[in-house]
């Protein structure tokens, strides 16, 4: 039993099963359209090449308003029928882009916490996530997507960490995730990760997690350093650095950067400062992030940080 702090605003933890051989994956994009079908259907080439068998949500593919894929009610809807369906094993976002905090005031909980099952997404899907950890309890996973990484090369340590998390329920038992150290401590909490700039749209809302108690993992792209320092000064004012246990940074990856009338600091000097301000254990350059190379992440599990050297391990199971 863990300690009831761990998991102050969520229902009972729940951990779905691990993945089967010949399982049935259900693909819905409740986020952005694709911008390119064919990365698609060579995402789904490679799961169907692995033996398992894809099933299209039923508004996959639809485009609605520029960017979105599809209306909120179409979106939702393939998210509900997905987890219902009970012929359906899993459930893998095609991509991120923008979208699902558009629905999570409509969407079934109840219909969610009754149907378990693994949902994969990265990016945007952060607001979903964490919403339906909150709302249920359900553990869920933060990393490849088929019309992203597995369109392409999957490379050989995202690919193994990702099938390593859905189908070996020892894999997070027995994998560490390698890091920097930012400043000292050792730490022990839920882990809750996703973008940065996604979670802090959360604050103030229904479906934020609860940071007391538990490890904030972060990550981004295209923000310049005075943005990333603005939503850190953000979740800072929010207190979410108050209770948490520790604090975590995966890949921020920069855009180019646009003339200003001031100099910009890099990013690695903005985390840094804020490790100092979080008076926490804080670990950074975590191999989680929008690049091609990444670890696909529980979201919802207990971790920790040891005392001496810099890494993150998991000390429960991600799937039963």
């Excluded at 605003?9 to 911008?35: D, E, H």
């Excluded at 560490?176 to 749209?201: D, H, Y």
Aim: charge should be negative.
């Amino acid at each position: 039993m863990f300690a009831p702090f761990l998991f102050p605003n969520i229902m009972q933890k729940i951990k779905p099963k691990c993945l089967p051989k010949n399982a049935v994956i259900g693909i819905i994009s409740p986020s952005s359209p694709q911008r390119d079908p064919t990365r698609l259907d060579r995402g789904i080439a490679y799961l169907e090449g692995l033996g398992y068998r894809v099933e299209l949500g039923k508004n996959a593919l639809q485009s609605y308003g520029g960017y979105l894929a599809g209306t909120d009610d179409e979106r939702r809807e393939d998210i509900e029928a997905m987890f219902l369906n009970p012929g359906i094993d899993a459930i893998f976002s095609a991509r991120g882009g923008y979208g699902t905090s558009r629905f999570l005031n409509t969407l079934d909980y109840e219909l969610i916490r009754n149907n378990p099952k693994i949902f994969v997404g990265f990016s945007d899907t952060t607001a979903l996530q964490a919403a339906i950890f909150v709302k249920t309890g359900l553990v869920t996973f933060s990393g490849a997507m088929p019309s992203v990484d597995m369109a392409d090369d999957f490379r050989t340590v995202s690919e193994e960490w990702f099938w390593g998390m859905l189908t070996e329920p020892d894999f997070a038992l027995t994998h560490t995730v390698s890091a920097e150290r930012l400043a000292p401590g050792g730490a022990k909490g839920t882990l809750i990760c996703g973008n940065l700039s996604v979670m802090t749209t959360l604050l103030g809302t229904p479906y934020c997690p609860d940071f007391t108690g538990n490890i904030l993992l972060l990550e981004d792209i295209g923000e310049e350093p005075y943005r990333v320092d603005r939503m850190l000064s953000h979740l800072e004012n929010a207190d979410a650095f108050t209770g948490a246990q520790a604090l975590a940074f995966g890949q921020f990856t920069e855009s180019a950067m646009r003339p200003a009338s001031v100099p910009q600091r890099p990013v690695s000097e903005v985390l840094a400062d804020y490790a100092e301000r979080s008076h926490l254990p804080v670990v950074s350059n975590i191999l989680y992030g929008h690049q091609p190379e990444k670890l696909t992440l529980p979201y919802g599990i207990l971790a920790e940080i040891p005392e001496e050297g810099a890494e993150m391990r998991f000390v429960e199971r991600a799937v039963e």
